[in-house]
């Protein structure tokens, strides 16, 4: 199974600081490797797939990069409404998992 | 408009069974990868099952033997059925579209307690 382990576990922002969130696979899963955002009572949403490709209707400043095992979120000047918690998802082979989350809080 | 919409949820006894249905518009089922997520209470999200395009079907270590996904191709609709149940299966379960999970539902809450 690979494991994905992600840092940190919690983060407390002010608005327009930039945020990166590193999440860090146990074997090389090239770039199968997806970002999502959920809020408190929501059902998680796609936000970066493969690594580093964008999604129709999210914010431009959220952006990821990576290959391999290290991968990163990058959320370039924090808003409001980014506050959540943050998984990474590899789905290069089964059983597919996530990351335990990143809880973004806004000062 | 894509849309994914869970039911048969509920409070079950440990030991028991129910079936998880995942009703979807907008596309078609059949032709595409679709997985169960669960997340219990005030934690993290876990994968549960994939169901292939091919019909092949693979299950998390914690639910094989007891979970087994399946799909009707004349009801647009993918189900769960979970046997077995444990106090840990207490979770809010979701059906999701494709390896990027793209398109998910608003889930079910499942509680297993006597």
């Known amino acids: 199974e690979i494991v994905l382990t992600q840092s940190p576990d919690f983060q407390s922002v002010t608005p327009k600081e930039k945020v990166t969130i590193t999440c860090r696979a146990s074997?090389?899963?090239?770039?199968?490797l997806h970002w999502y955002q959920q809020k408190a009572d929501q059902s998680p949403k796609l936000l970066i797939k493969?690594?580093?490709q964008s999604i129709s209707g999210v914010p431009s400043r959220f952006s990821g990069s990576g290959s391999g095992t290290d991968f990163t979120l990058t959320i370039s000047s924090l808003e409001a409404e980014d506050a959540a918690a943050y998984y990474c998802?590899?789905?290069?082979?089964?059983?597919?998992?996530f990351g335990p989350g990143t809880k973004v809080d806004i000062k | 408009e894509v849309q994914l919409v869970e039911s048969g949820g509920g409070l079950i006894q440990p030991g028991g069974s129910l079936r998880l249905s995942c009703a979807a518009s907008?596309?078609?089922?059949?032709?595409?990868?679709m997985s169960w997520v669960r997340q219990a209470p005030g934690k993290g999200l876990e994968w549960v099952s994939v169901?292939?395009?091919?019909?092949?079907?693979y299950y998390a270590d914690s639910v094989k033997g007891r979970f087994t996904i399946s799909r009707d191709n004349s009801k647009n609709t993918l189900y769960l059925q979970m046997n077995s149940l444990r106090a840990e299966d207490t979770a809010v379960y979701y059906c999701?579209?494709?390896?990027?999970?793209?398109?998910w539902g608003q889930g079910t809450l499942v509680t297993v307690s006597s």
């Open positions: 999701a579209r494709n390896w990027a999970f793209d398109y």
């Open positions: 907008g596309f078609t089922v059949s032709s595409n990868y």
């Open positions: 169901i292939y395009i091919n019909g092949n079907t």
């Open positions: 074997q090389s899963i090239g770039t199968s």
């Open positions: 493969y690594a580093s």
């Open positions: 998802h590899q789905s290069s082979s089964s059983p597919f998992t």
